[in-house]
């Protein structure tokens, strides 16, 4: 017997070893699969977010170029002097033919428009309030700044930014600044040559988080900022990189390549939406999964059939040995269960020199009731009384049994008299408390009547001690008038 039993078990320690190998096998593929699947998606996107930020450096590097030809020229010998045709000819001539780039500004240090690229006559206007304006006359060392993005005044709202340089007089004090306006659809035309997902985005932010422009474009994104997401503390952590998360407004998952605008404070990032760089893997997986599953349901099938027999022994076993420590009547404990209950906490209370104390309920006249209204009432009615003592003594280690009868007991591990007495009181009040019509009781209800023992067991006590304290406390209670708590001496 024992050695077919050995061999059984042989037998289904093989077809699990050959079972998990056959799963390990499939998940390791499909786990290669998807590194394959992001690799590939990381790699296109970093290509395009490097080709990206070149492309838009070198752009704005040139306009960069341009303010600096106006800087220069602004500082010739006389050039003041010169009639304003010529002068303005003189000042703007090749910047103001660079695509996507708007008007070319000069600023006195009060922020009114001296010079316009697009007109001899400049208007009257003020850009004080701009911050590619207050950044320069606040700090002396600015260099090269793109203000955050802004509708135009003087091209009937046209999205743009600014980028702008310091102007100052021989001593060094603020004397204003020169700026040229960049459209927005620079960035979106760009955007638009490429062929992205549906779910896929592109954004070219500042590195303190404001949004310049974003494909798919939303007029939304205008001044939006995301420098308090958490997400965007990877864009500052290293200058290029990816990582996966959701910053855009839709909430959307995605891999986020970034890498840093070569001489300007920008960031650059591509976006693209987890789910469909994963897709092509999902239908992969989708094939693979159901074949595995396949092959492990045919490898696990004799091991399943057998574990349903087992298990049904198992349970038939289980549900005996319930069955015999549980009341079959009141589903609470039984008396046998009871016995072994108090051998153990008594041993326990030995050891740890803790009180122990029971409580033993008696349902006064319940033989009058069962002769009055039949003993199926009297089944439900011990079914109740159950009941109620176990809501009230709920500990993990308390046990409520039904001791014979109308008899239940209620063990209360390290509890001293006076809770006992208190869990006891509760219990009697809980019963009045249900109104249970009883025509021979006093009251014309049911009552319980209540004994209460403490111990502090030492080597040597016996356990019968505690139960007779307590069946003598209830026969106490009952002389004493019923529907009482009555505490044995200690």
Not at 29 to 49: C, P
Not at 157 to 180: C, K, W
Not at 218 to 228: E, N, P, V
Request: charged fraction near 25%; glycine fraction near 8%; hydrophobic fraction near 45%.
């Amino acid at each position: 017997m024992k050695s077919h039993g050995l061999l059984h078990r042989s037998l289904y320690a093989l077809a699990g070893l050959i079972a998990v190998g056959i799963c390990a096998a499939a998940v390791a593929l499909l786990w290669m699969d998807r590194r394959a699947s992001w690799t590939q998606a990381y790699v296109s996107a970093s290509n395009l977010t490097e080709v990206l930020a070149a492309d838009i450096g070198r752009t704005i590097h040139v306009y960069d170029l341009s303010l600096q030809g106006v800087i220069e020229r602004l500082q010739e010998p006389g050039i003041r002097d010169l009639p304003g045709a010529t002068l303005h000819r003189f000042l703007f001539d090749r910047s103001a033919s660079a695509e996507f780039l708007g008007t070319i500004l000069i600023l006195d240090s009060d922020g009114n428009v001296v010079y316009d690229s697009q007109t001899i006559e400049p208007p009257k206007a003020n850009f004080a309030d701009r911050d590619f304006f207050q950044v320069h006359r606040d700090s002396a060392d600015a260099g090269m700044y793109v203000s955050r993005p802004y509708r135009s005044r003087l091209r009937d709202g046209d999205e743009s930014i600014g980028i702008s340089r310091r102007l100052s007089n021989p001593d060094g004090s603020f004397a204003g600044v020169v700026t040229g306006s960049l459209r927005l659809a620079f960035f979106r035309e760009r955007f638009a040559r490429l062929s992205l997902g549906p779910q896929d985005s592109i954004t070219i932010l500042r590195n303190d988080g404001a949004v310049i422009a974003r494909s798919p474009y939303s007029s939304g994104d205008l001044g939006a900022d995301i420098g308090q997401a958490k997400a965007f503390q990877q864009f500052l952590i290293r200058r290029d990189g990816a990582f996966v998360g959701a910053l855009a407004p839709d909430g959307v998952e995605r891999l986020y390549t970034f890498d840093t605008v070569p001489g300007a404070p920008l960031i650059i990032d591509v976006a693209l939406a987890v789910d469909q760089v994963l897709q092509r893997w999902e239908r992969r997986a989708m094939l693979i999964i159901p074949i595995t599953l396949a092959l492990f349901a045919s490898v696990m099938a004799q091991i399943v059939l057998y574990r349903r027999e087992t298990r049904l022994r198992q349970e038939v076993e289980s549900q005996l040995e319930r069955q015999a420590q549980t009341d079959g009547l009141t589903g609470i404990a039984n008396r046998r269960t009871f016995d072994e209950t108090l051998q153990r906490e008594w041993q326990s209370a030995i050891r740890e020199g803790q009180p122990l104390s029971l409580l033993f309920l008696d349902a006064d006249r319940f033989k009058l009731y069962n002769d009055r209204y039949g003993h199926q009432e009297g089944d439900e009615l011990l079914k109740i009384l159950a009941l109620t003592m176990r809501g009230k003594a709920r500990r993990p280690r308390d046990l409520v049994a039904r001791y014979g009868g109308e008899e239940f007991v209620a063990l209360l591990p390290d509890t001293a008299q006076d809770r006992a007495v208190e869990i006891a009181e509760r219990i009697r009040q809980a019963v009045v408390g249900l109104h249970a019509q009883h025509e021979d009781n006093e009251g014309g209800i049911v009552t319980v009547s209540i004994g209460v023992a403490t111990v502090t067991p030492k080597p040597g006590d016996d356990a019968s001690v505690l139960v007779e304290a307590a069946d003598a406390a209830v026969y106490q209670a009952k002389e004493a008038g019923r529907n009482r708590v009555m505490a044995a001496d200690a």
